[in-house]
């Protein structure tokens, strides 16, 4: 059974930085694609970055600027770095990988917390 394990989560103040990782039990370099969604209570889990195994990333509207997705192959790891954060960014950052097109996994996700 496939299992991620993120990390790097905690309280921020407004205007900090926060990287989040993200470690897969398989090899990544074997995958299609890995991404980050957030989701608060009472909320739709919301897109927040996506990059494919071979690069190009992609950036949701309020991440764009922000926020930088990488993976490192010889790691196996995947990154969300969040910079400028906000309180409106805090949110449970759960991260997925795509093994192929057709089957996603889940991590259990990581909380982030923005406030002085």
């Known amino acids: 059974q496939v299992q991620l394990a993120e990390s790097g989560g905690g309280l921020v103040s407004p205007g900090g930085s926060l990287t989040l990782s993200c470690v897969p039990s398989v090899n990544i370099s074997n995958s299609y694609a890995m991404g980050w969604y957030r989701q608060v209570p009472g909320q739709q889990r919301a897109w927040v970055a996506h990059?494919?195994?071979?690069?190009?990333?992609n950036y949701a509207p309020s991440a764009r600027g922000r926020f930088t997705i990488s993976t490192d192959i010889g790691a196996n790891t995947a990154y969300l770095q969040m910079n400028s954060l906000k309180p409106d960014d805090a949110a449970v950052y759960l991260c997925y990988i795509d093994l192929n097109t057709k089957t996603r996994i889940w991590g259990q996700g990581t909380q982030v917390t923005v406030g002085s």
């Open positions: 990059i494919l195994t071979r690069g190009y990333p």
